[in-house]
């Protein structure tokens, strides 16, 4: 049975098929137009053809379409079975995932969410500030970075 005979067995065409079917479809016409032309090299060869190499390779490809004329009979059979379920898998691929529903934050939340912020200070004006940390310890982190690398640049000089 050919890939042809099963297709219209499940009474699609190659127009009704999905896209991957179609480039399996491509693939093994593509190799029955390199099947037919190393044919014609063989009935009509030129000069420069090795008749015993086109035959080996008429070979090779003869096992890859017959490889490929299963794998299709194959996928043709699956995509039968599953042909419904792919269409309601597309009709519902227009549509989208559904968005997450936002809970609206407890009130058990809510006080753990205002322990975990920052301490704020209100000014004497009633606006809140927050508390800016302090840089003084990168500050000193680099100045003794800084002596540790001229001290060692120092040592190295007099060696």
């Known amino acids: 049975m050919t890939w042809r ?3 219209a067995e499940c009474g ?7 896209n991957g079917l179609r480039s399996k479809i491509k693939d093994f016409l593509t190799l029955e137009q390199g099947y037919s032309e190393v044919q014609n090299s063989i ?6 053809d090795d008749v015993d190499e086109l035959e080996s390779d008429l070979e ?13 009979i194959r996928a043709i059979e699956i995509y039968d079975k599953n042909k419904e379920t792919y269409a309601e898998l597309s009709k519902n691929l227009g549509k989208g995932r559904p968005r997450k529903v936002t809970q609206e934050p407890t009130p058990n939340n809510v006080s753990s969410q205002q322990q975990t912020q920052q301490p704020t200070q209100q000014a004497a004006n009633g606006v809140v500030v927050e508390k800016k940390k ?3 310890g990168w500050l000193f ?9 001229i ?9």
């Not at 003869?62 to 794998?71: F, G, H, I, T, Y």
């Not at 982190?141 to 690398?149: C, D, K, Q, S």
């Not at 001290?151 to 060696?159: D, S, T």
């Open 151 to 159: 001290g060692a640049v120092n040592l190295f000089k007099e060696k």
């Open 134 to 136: 302090s840089s003084i």
């Open 141 to 149: 982190f680099a100045g003794f970075a800084a002596v540790v690398t």
């Open 12 to 18: 699609l065409t190659q127009e009704t098929v999905s």
């Open 60 to 72: 090779d490809i003869q096992e890859a379409m017959d490889s490929a004329n299963k794998q299709l």
């Open 43 to 48: 009935d009509n060869p030129d000069m420069n």
């Open 5 to 7: 005979e099963k297709l």
